[in-house]
């Protein structure tokens, strides 16, 4: 009989899971809600839900499943299985991999959700050739993955590759960490969509080429809202995006200073928002990297979309076999 692993990718809003052969191919999917609000034993039901619903869907019996690799938000030690701190899930010191454990019945390894998109990418999608690379994923926050010489470089308690807290504002608007001007208190969809807000809070017509995109309600602006604006060459919108760029570049060009990758994968809803981002990004990179760093890396799309996270999942699960 064939094996199975399963790879989990636990978000702050839904959950994605993928059945997988031992070769790595793909054979059933499924994706829920994460009921966060619910409650930590809420989600861990939701969790274990999944992962039968995606073995079933596939005809497969639970004693071929190997393993599950499990995806998680916030600072979190692979090797005590426990997340110290996930503020969109209000989890603090959550021994998770033990609770699914017991759940599952099923050997369980917990990783970083932004490592495993960046072990995703690189053995399926836009890294597979690439050993040393950096992967970011700009939403609704701002998160990195580092993979050096092939294997995921978590740092001495799993906490490394968070670039989304690099300081590039200092003394700069207020962070989720507690600290002050974050790359992604600057520049995530987030801080985007919050910086189009101000803007219309002035008032006096401020704003209003975003505004009519978002159906003239000023609370459903969104960083997509900006972008469109932006594409269809609103200038207010088009400094916002540049901001942003700006300051993504910035963030980009201390990794690049730092660890010298061959090439940076960018993930996450803001980086569809066009050529606009895209372009004075890289120009802020070129203008703040080391030119021989510069002259070595590429950026590049992700290849995988959403599903980058879950395949790392996979990959960890077949690693730990």
């Known amino acids: 009989?064939?094996?199975?692993?399963?790879?989990?990718?636990?978000?702050?809003?839904?959950?994605?899971?993928?059945?997988?052969?031992?070769e790595g191919t793909v054979a059933a999917e499924a994706e829920v809600p994460t009921a966060a609000g619910r409650g930590y034993e809420a989600v861990l039901d939701q969790i274990a839900d999944t992962v039968?619903?995606?073995a079933a869907q596939a005809g497969v019996k639970p004693e071929n499943v190997r393993a599950v690799g499990v995806g998680a938000p916030g600072p979190l030690d692979p090797d005590t299985g426990i997340v110290h701190q996930a503020p969109n899930l209000g989890w603090k010191e959550a021994p998770l991999r033990a609770d699914l454990e017991?759940?599952?019945?099923?050997?369980?390894?917990?990783?970083n959700d932004a490592n495993l998109g960046a072990l995703g990418e690189h053995t399926f999608g836009a890294g597979r050739d690439c050993?040393?690379?950096?992967?970011?994923?700009?939403s609704t926050g701002i998160g990195g993955g580092l993979i050096l010489r092939g294997e995921i470089y978590g740092g001495v308690g799993g906490g490394a590759g968070e670039i989304g807290h690099i300081t590039v504002v200092?003394?700069?608007p207020g962070c989720r960490c507690g600290s002050r001007g974050c790359l992604e208190a600057v520049a995530s969809g987030t801080a985007i969509a919050l910086r189009a807000r101000?803007?219309?809070?002035?008032?006096?017509?401020?704003?209003?080429?975003?505004?009519?995109?978002?159906?003239?309600e000023a609370e459903a602006v969104t960083a997509a809202t900006v972008a469109r604006a932006a594409e269809a060459g609103d200038p207010e919108a088009r400094a916002i995006l540049d901001e942003a760029a700006w300051h993504l570049g910035t963030g980009l060009a201390a990794v690049v200073n730092l660890l010298n990758p061959c090439r940076i994968v960018l993930g996450g809803g803001v980086m569809?928002?066009?050529?606009?981002?895209?372009?004075?990004?890289?120009?802020?990179?070129?203008?703040?990297?080391?030119?021989?760093?510069?002259?070595?890396?590429r950026l590049v799309p992700g290849a995988l979309g959403a599903r980058a996270g879950a395949l790392g999942a996979v990959t960890l699960a077949l690693r730990s076999r």
Not at 2 to 21: C, E, F, Q, R
């Open 1 to 22: 009989m064939p094996g199975y692993v399963v790879g989990v990718d636990l978000g702050g809003t839904k959950i994605y899971t993928l059945l997988a052969t031992v």
């Open 52 to 54: 039968v619903a995606v």
């Open 102 to 111: 017991a759940r599952l019945q099923l050997p369980v390894c917990l990783e």
């Open 131 to 138: 050993n040393e690379l950096v992967y970011v994923t700009v």
């Open 170 to 172: 200092p003394g700069g």
């Open 198 to 216: 101000e803007l219309l809070d002035k008032g006096a017509g401020a704003g209003a080429g975003i505004l009519a995109l978002a159906g003239g």
């Open 272 to 297: 569809k928002s066009g050529r606009l981002l895209w372009d004075r990004m890289d120009r802020s990179l070129r203008e703040q990297a080391l030119d021989a760093a510069y002259r070595r890396v």
